[in-house]
Nanobody, 118 residues
Framework: QVQLVESGGGLVQPGGSLRLSCAASTFTLDYFAMSWFRQAPGKEREGVSCISASGDNTYVADSVKGRFTISRDNAKNTVYLQMNSLKPEDTAVYYC???????????WGQGTQVTVSS
């Protein structure tokens, strides 16, 4: 069974930073493209950033470009989302996903809440 576990969410002030982590405990992430999605209350889930299995290719949504960075450490079986210069509109539940192609999502984590507020 594929299990992805997100962590690192929380409450942060505007302009602050958070680093989200997505770890897999029951399988290796080496062969999966990994992605971060988010869903704000009353809105559809949207893609934030994706990284290929090799790490050579990435996608970053325009809304977070220049502020968010996706990375992966296959030795630690973990994917990260570094979020800087956070804005209130970044408030959402952030989900990690694994798939067989860039930005595909065949498996989901349970999500972690990020709240940006003063």
């Amino acid at each position: 069974q594929v299990q992805l576990v997100e962590s690192g969410g929380g409450l942060v002030q505007p302009g602050g930073s958070l680093r989200l982590s997505c770890a897999a405990s029951t399988f290796t992430l080496d062969y999966f493209a990994m992605s971060w999605f988010r869903q704000a209350p009353g809105k559809e889930r949207e893609g934030v950033s994706c990284i290929s299995a090799s790490g050579d290719n990435t996608y970053v949504a325009d809304s977070v470009k220049g502020r968010f960075t996706i990375s992966r450490d296959n030795a630690k079986n973990t994917v990260y989302l570094q979020m800087n210069s956070l804005k209130p509109e970044d408030t959402a539940v952030y989900y990690c996903a694994a798939g067989w192609a860039l930005c595909s999502r065949d498996y989901w984590g349970q999500g972690t809440q990020v709240t940006v507020s003063s």
